[in-house]
């Protein structure tokens, strides 16, 4: 049996409070400098084992992508405090990769790394899940079976 198998149907993603959506990627762009890439791309799985071992830190979940030359991870925390927290703690392991990859790389254009950061208020976000293994939102907060009838982004959005 798959670990993750399709849910048959409607679902929506249910999920207590506020949040935060953040997006994070690496782009190779020189995909020949594996000297310059290599380091950042090794950071991640070791924060994410770190994020993984203490789910008191925040991280809600994690979905990860890759098109071309860039991998993209949307994650879901409890709250921008918990990420920021996470960011700057000279204890974690985010902040050591942060300081190297700015000795090593800095702005010689080798490798890029992007974020994007949203807060999400309590009841601000709707999902649609149509035959689909529990992902994304669903996966951090709960997967819920919608009910049968209309229901639309508009009317998901307003049950507040």
Request: proline share 4%; hydrophobic share 40%; aromatic share 10%.
């Amino acid at each position: 049996m798959p670990q993750n198998p399709v849910r048959h149907g409607r679902r929506t993603a249910s999920i207590e409070g506020d949040f935060v959506v953040f997006l994070i990627g690496i782009r190779f762009n020189k995909l020949w400098k594996v000297r310059s890439w290599i380091g950042p791309f090794r950071a991640m799985p070791r924060m994410l084992g770190d994020l993984r071992a203490h789910p008191e830190k925040g991280l809600l979940g994690v979905r990860m992508s890759m098109g071309g030359r860039t991998i993209t991870l949307v994650q879901y925390w409890r709250s921008f405090e918990q990420l920021e927290a996470f960011a700057r703690n000279a204890d974690d392991p985010h902040l050591e990769s942060w300081r190297a990859f700015n000795r090593a790389i800095g702005d010689n254009g080798d490798v890029g790394i992007f974020h994007e950061t949203f807060r999400v208020g309590a009841g601000d976000h709707e999902s649609v899940y149509v035959n689909m293994p529990v992902m994304g939102l669903a996966e951090a907060g709960e997967s819920v079976q919608l009910g049968k009838g209309r229901d639309t982004a508009r009317t998901r959005m307003s049950q507040r």
